[in-house]
């Protein structure tokens, strides 16, 4: 395994552990959900055009990077609309089903053959994610679980967009769907006023949940395989538990803890498959 894909995937993990926090800190804060989304995307934005160390008015829009924005402005709204609702197991699972229409936009979009082994893997990691939402499952409400799906659509999007970024940052894309993001969500703001507990949880979740995370997910995007791409932030909804268990002393259940151990088994044997497979071919 070259250096780069190592520090890809190391980057995929520090997103995933960032985007982990979301859900705790999102209950901390009292405030209009469209309100929170947008705020929290202001904030990202500020971080990624420090990070990027260039104006917003020097960045280039061009088609594939304005609908990679598009994208995953509405990955940000579906998720925050499924939420409200339908359950968030359901809307997680939902959100999640992700790796099946990665592997097939990765066919018509970016021309990448799935391999065998990497539709075993999706099988394997959606019925560990089956399992470990089960006892929170439940038939929820249509039009939060049909937004629920169509988040998932918006997360494999996202992913395809990035892979076919051939100017400029990958950065970029996501800074500009976060102000996208920030515009829509600017009406909501004058609804309440939120509590300095909720600023400071809005700070939180804008500079490391939102803004940090996607830089190192858009760093590690050119060197990671689009089904990698998504499937091993996985650890972000499994991490989610072990947070409220340590913030609230929840603890999961028997089948949350048999899934999250399949699909973490899931995503470490196709890593290790893989990595085998081309070193054999050297």
Do not use: C
């Amino acid at each position: 395994m070259n250096k780069q894909r190592q520090k890809a995937i190391l980057y995929l993990i520090i997103a995933s552990l960032l985007w982990s926090i979301g859900g705790l800190f999102i209950k901390i804060i009292d405030w209009n959900p469209m309100a929170i989304a947008g705020a929290r995307s202001g904030i990202a934005s500020i971080v990624m055009l420090v990070f990027l160390k260039k104006p917003l008015w020097h960045i280039k829009l061009g088609k594939t990077k304005f609908l990679g924005a598009l994208t995953y402005t509405s990955l940000l709204i579906f998720f925050v609309t499924a939420n409200k609702f339908t359950t968030a197991a359901n809307a997680i699972l939902l959100q999640f089903t992700s790796p099946v229409w990665v592997a097939l936009f990765s066919s018509w979009f970016l021309k990448e053959k799935v391999k065998s082994y990497d539709w075993l893997a999706i099988i394997a990691f959606i019925s560990g994610m089956v399992l470990f939402f089960i006892g929170d499952l439940n038939s929820g409400n249509l039009f939060g679980n049909l937004i629920g799906l169509l988040s998932g659509v918006s997360m494999a999007g996202v992913v395809i967009f990035l892979k076919l970024q051939n100017e400029g940052s990958p950065v970029e894309m996501t800074l500009v769907g976060n102000i996208m993001m920030l515009i829509i969500g600017l009406p909501f703001f004058f609804i309440s006023t939120p509590s300095f507990e909720s600023i400071l949880a809005l700070l939180i979740l804008g500079i490391f949940q939102l803004g940090i995370s996607y830089i190192f997910y858009t760093l590690s995007i050119k060197y990671v395989s689009p089904v990698e791409a998504i499937l091993i932030p996985v650890l972000e909804p499994l991490l989610n538990p072990i947070w409220v268990f340590l913030a609230t002393g929840e603890s999961p259940g028997i089948y949350a803890f048999i899934g999250g151990f399949i699909v973490i088994l899931t995503v470490i044997i196709r890593g290790i498959y893989q990595q085998r497979k081309e070193t054999s071919t050297y």
